[in-house]
């Protein structure tokens, strides 16, 4: 029997699925990539936009990359400075048969297995060796050459500068040393000099040049040493045992490490062009846990350090260009709308409209990447001669660090790929049919961002205020260890609150926009479109505030941070004498104790330098012996004495208190005493005696300028040993802990002369006559001098210069010149200039965008009635919404650290002062910088709208 059944119905959609051949990858890939690059030449203008912000930290990070990189060293550039041509040298370090070794590429690692490293002799009076010959293969050519220093009378006085000896001009120290003009000196009376030696001395070839010793040399040539500059001063005499120790250099000598091991068994270093070139693997005598890293670990550790700045700037500028090319990509993306809705009409998915979008990103990230280094290279390239100084040591050649300009190439893909993240998820959201009509909808926002961002706002405030009051507990507390994770983790709270405070910001920008749009809609036509436009387009305005907000947020930082620490140091200042005065400090050199007859000949010498650089004033300073350069007290002579002003009882605190007194004495407390002469008082010390005062103080008065000290009218002085006051058994001066002091040898008061003179080193001045009357040993100490403004006496260059002039085998005098503390304006002018660089830059590339993208709504304002003078309001208010937020924000988020590290200063004796930030400046920052913005956007005005069909809202 037959019977009818129905069919089973096949599904069509399944049917079709299976029939349907499978897409290849890399088909869709290729037309990715295809479509990719047809857009980025279609929106050429936004592409070259997206280009410049991503190509120009690229050419910043590689131009430093290639001069930084410039200036370290390959193994084969030292030897060739050290080396010239030459094989190798070696030269004697340590007494024979010491167990002296070295690491085999570097001489001056060396020691035995008790000293390693520490460059100390075990016994400092044992001989070293002379003659390396012994050590070497018989008949290896040594040519000697000594180093040292002579001091030499130039046009401006006296200079101390560096000198060779030995033949020099030997051809095979080319790439060291080279004869530029001239020949060699043929006799010990003769000289080689640099070319700026015949510059300072004003001397040519054939000229006698004196030393200060009174020797006399002719100058027979010219030549150039490798390791110094161009300007600076060098000598070369003929006769190599000039100097000690000398140095033996060997022409053709190939010394392995078995040699290497016989010459420091000898005594000798060994500086080898084979084993600086080839190092053989030798572990340190106290194991390289604890020894010194070789020459290979510390050009990688330079190196590595290089990479990691350039990476931590370029994640600063990386942030800055995602957001600001990220607000490009987001109007480019959404002019490609209806031709990616084309592509999804006709099969492609939202992965693939995503993928065309980042594929525009790496492209556009890879070719500016690419212009970038280019870039950089070259102004590298120019810049290394206009700071090179002549010498083959600044800049050991041009290097160019391929692998780590991959790195920064591979870090422009990821910026550009990561500036076109948001516009593609926002692509492959959009609605195809839409996106074909042209139609846009109306900008909702919901409560989830709002509600994360204020709780990131909120807890980032906490957190700082926290922290600061947590920090400042932890540094008053004795009980914390110093190395307790309990001391930085409130510091890494101050810093991380207000970042935290930013981030809820920008997550929550597009709400606090939509609340600004809602109160500035009452202000007038042309603030209620400006603001509802920066709501619609969130995906443009955000970033753009955020990169505002970011780099006001570091300039607030640095600013409020800088004038509150540079403020608190001035606070605390010692001043060595007035300011700008030049001071000369005297030293002793052969002796422990300077003595009063080697004092005044240096300070003689002083002298006669400042008056005749043209000083305008000059004062002596002595005091009594510094006693503390000596081994032991028992060094001392028993009957040398030590006098001291007294501080009365009642000044002093109780035991165990410190409120930073130490410093607050102008002097150390218990060294007090100068001595100056009544016609120096006033270059001393910057105050004018009047003829009262004058006479009272050479009939024995004292000057003090440390009220402190001074009761009814008086001050106490009292004389101790020397060995008492090497010993500490003084009076401190600070506390009342001084019951167990010995009586002193003599006491006695005298008138008191009070002056205001805070800005300078003088405590207590007496004049010499009462010096002598009080038994007091008067050494010279300083001579102070001050010359008029631009004179060449107030460079510190210069006095640096002229210092080693005036060192002699029996004192030192150092000199420098009182510019007080340092001022804020070296680093704070260039910071502002730079934060309003990029706020400027910030703002022009988001209000041109936004200008670009109104062009339509332009348009339509113009065909309804809206006046040129409406559009150009509009711009104002687009300006003060933008760059308004911006700083707003970051100039609220960027005052927070230094609110926490003033909380935590509190605690301390001198604690920072909230007033000490130019809060003016900060205001300029925050309110005058946009309103400037925001009036230049309205004075340029928009361009002549085209007046063309617009589709409706949908």
Do not use: C
């Amino acid at each position: 029997m037959t019977t009818v059944r129905d069919r089973p119905r096949a599904d069509a959609g399944a049917r079709r699925r299976a029939e349907r051949p499978k897409p290849s990858r890399t088909a869709r890939m290729r037309v990715a990539v295809r479509i990719a690059r047809r857009q980025v030449r279609r929106a050429w203008v936004s592409s070259l936009l997206i280009m410049s912000l991503i190509a120009l930290p690229i050419a910043g990070m590689a131009g430093v990359a290639v001069f930084i990189s410039s200036t370290f060293s390959t193994p084969a550039e030292r030897v060739n400075v050290e080396l010239g041509r030459m094989s190798a040298w070696v030269e004697p370090m340590w007494p024979a048969a010491s167990g002296f070794r070295q690491m085999p590429d570097d001489p001056y690692t060396h020691g035995n297995e008790s000293t390693w490293g520490s460059e100390t002799i075990d016994d400092e009076t044992a001989e070293l060796p002379t003659d390396p010959t012994n050590a070497l293969p018989a008949g290896t050519e040594i040519v000697p050459v000594s180093s040292g220093e002579e001091r030499v009378e130039t046009i401006a006085g006296i200079a101390r500068v560096k000198a060779w000896a030995g033949d020099v001009t030997d051809p095979r120290f080319d790439g060291h040393f080279a004869l530029v003009e001239g020949r060699a000196p043929a006799d010990d009376r003769q000289v080689l000099v640099t070319p700026a030696t015949l510059t300072r001395t004003g001397l040519g070839l054939g000229g006698t040049l004196s030393l200060v010793d009174g020797q006399k040399f002719t100058i027979t040539g010219t030549f150039r040493d490798a390791e110094v500059a161009a300007d600076e001063v060098v000598l070369a005499f003929a006769d190599s045992d000039r100097y000690a120790p000398v140095r033996s250099y060997m022409p053709d000598a190939d010394i392995g490490l078995s040699q290497l091991e016989a010459l420091n068994a000898a005594g000798f270093g060994v500086y080898s062009r084979q084993l600086v070139l080839d190092p053989p693997p030798v572990t340190s005598p106290v194991g390289d846990d604890f020894g010194n890293p070789t020459t290979a670990e510390r050009d990688q550790q330079q190196a590595f350090a290089l990479a990691g700045a350039i990476g931590a700037g370029g994640l600063a500028a990386g942030y800055m260009v995602v957001l600001l090319a990220g607000a490009a990509f987001a109007v480019s993306a959404r002019r490609q709308q209806r031709a990616l809705a084309i592509a999804a009409s006709v099969g492609a998915e939202p992965r693939d409209l995503r993928r065309v979008v980042l594929l525009q990103g790496a492209v556009l990230g890879l070719v500016a990447g690419g212009a970038g280094l280019a870039m950089g290279v070259g102004l590298a390239a120019a810049l290394m001669p206009l700071f090179d100084d002549g010498s083959a040591v600044r800049f050991w050649g041009f290097h160019v660090p391929w692998v780590l300009l991959g790195g920064v190439l591979l870090f422009a893909v990821a910026v550009g790929s990561a500036s076109a993240w948001a516009p593609a998820r926002a692509v492959g959201k959009s609605d195809t049919i839409s996106a074909l009509r042209g139609a846009r909808r109306p900008m909702t926002v919901t409560a989830a961002r709002p509600l994360w961002g204020s709780l990131l706002i909120v807890v980032g405030v906490a957190v700082t205020v926290v922290s600061g009051i947590a920090a400042g507990a932890v540094a008053a507390s004795t009980i914390i260890a110093w190395d307790s994770p309990l001391r930085w983790i409130p510091i890494v709270g101050i810093i991380g609150g207000p970042v935290l405070a930013q981030i809820g910001i920008i997550i929550s920008g597009r709400w606090l926009l939509w609340l600004a749009s809602r109160a500035l809609s009452r202000v007038g036509l042309a603030a209620r479109l400006a603001s509802r436009d920066a709501v619609a387009n969130g995906a443009r305005t955000v970033p753009a505030f955020a990169a505002i907000g970011a780099t006001v947020f570091v300039g607030v930082f640095a600013v409020s941070m800088g004038t509150m620490t540079a403020e608190q140091q001035a606070r605390t200042y010692t001043y060595s004498a007035p300011l700008g005065t030049v001071v000369a400090d005297i030293s002793s050199m052969s002796e422990p104790l300077l003595t009063a007859k080697v004092g005044q000949q240096a300070a003689n010498e002083a002298a006669r330098l400042f008056t005749s650089s043209g000083a305008t004033s000059t004062a002596l300073v002595s005091a009594q012996p510094d006693i503390l350069n000596v081994g032991s007290s028992a060094d001392l002579l028993a009957d040398l004495d030590r006098a001291m002003i007294v501080a009365p009882r009642d000044s002093l605190l109780p035991p165990g208190e410190d409120d930073g007194r130490v410093s607050s004495y102008l002097g150390y407390p218990s060294d007090n005493l100068s001595i100056v002469a009544a016609d120096d008082v006033e270059a001393a010390m910057r105050v004018t005696l009047d003829p009262a005062q004058r006479a009272a103080y050479a009939d024995g008065a004292v000057i003090i300028s440390d009220d402190r000290y001074v009761t009814d009218g008086r001050v106490t002085a009292g004389s101790w040993s020397a060995r008492e006051y090497y010993e500490g058994e003084v009076p401190s001066n600070i506390w009342r802990d001084d019951a167990d002091v010995p009586a002193p040898r003599w006491e006695r008061t005298a008138p008191a002369i009070s002056v205001d003179a805070p800005h300078q080193q003088i405590v207590a001045a007496i004049a010499p006559e009462t010096a002598r009357a009080w038994g007091i040993t008067e050494v010279p100490r300083q001579v102070l001098a001050t010359f008029p403004e631009g004179s060449e006496m107030n460079s510190q260059d210069h006095l640096y210069e002229l210092a080693g002039g005036l060192m002699t085998a029996d004192y030192q005098v150092s000199l420098w010149r009182e510019t007080g503390p340092s001022s804020p304006d070296v680093w704070l002018v260039p910071l502002l200039a730079a934060v309003a660089v990029l706020v400027l830059g910030a703002s022009a590339v988001a209000l041109g965008l936004a200008r670009f993208e109104r062009r339509p709504d332009d348009a339509t304002l113009a065909a309804v009635g809206g006046t040129p003078g409406l559009r150009r309001r509009i711009g104002l208010w687009q300006g003060l919404v933008i760059a308004g937020f911006g700083t707003f924000a970051g100039a609220t988020a960027g005052i927070l650290p230094p609110t926490g590290f003033w909380l935590q200063s509190q605690t301390s004796h001198e604690p920072m002062s909230l007033a000490d930030i130019p809060w003016w400046l900060l205001a300029v920052l925050a309110v005058a910088l946009p309103v400037g913005i925001a009036a230049v956007n309205w004075l340029v005005p928009p361009r002549e709208p085209e007046l063309t069909r617009r589709n409706v809202i949908a």
